[in-house]
């Protein structure tokens, strides 16, 4: 029989509790979206003592606004769940190129490994910075 897993995190927004003075955090879901934004967002090399943390999506950003792009991208953002995010079985990942916002929308559906929930989903759009 599997146990209920819980997860509890810092908020990345470093804001205080008002009551406690304490830091924020987050829990559960909420928890492990914030763990998958952050890993998607840290460029290789960026975490000093772990320098294969981390993806190489923000790098496509710069390349041709196709689907060959896309592809890379997907591929990427899978490998890098696949390695550093073992509480989640991805179920579905869709990334397509965004002509008119010039980026790629993405759509990630996965299952947290040892609770019953419903599948969850992250929506964001990967465009360029400068």
């Given amino acids: 029989m599997q146990t209920f897993k819980s ?4 908020s990345v927004t470093f804001k205080k509790h008002p ?3 304490d830091l ?16 998607l967002l840290t460029e290789k090399r960026e ?37 550093y995010e073992p509480r989640i079985v991805v179920e579905d990942l869709i990334c397509q190129p965004d002509y008119r ?5 993405v759509e990630l559906h996965f299952s947290i490994i040892g609770r019953n929930d419903a599948p969850q989903q992250i929506n964001f759009v990967l465009e360029r910075t400068r």
């Fill in 7 to 10: 997860f509890k995190d810092l």
């Fill in 19 to 21: 009551q406690n003075d």
């Fill in 24 to 39: 924020l955090t987050v829990k559960d879901k909420a928890a492990i979206k914030q763990s998958i934004m952050t890993l």
């Fill in 47 to 83: 975490r000093l003592f772990n320098p294969r943390l981390g993806s190489s999506i923000t790098q496509m950003l710069f390349e041709p606004l196709d689907f060959a792009s896309s592809a890379i991208i997907r591929k990427e953002i899978l490998s890098t769940l696949i390695e």
């Fill in 101 to 105: 916002n010039n980026g790629y929308d």
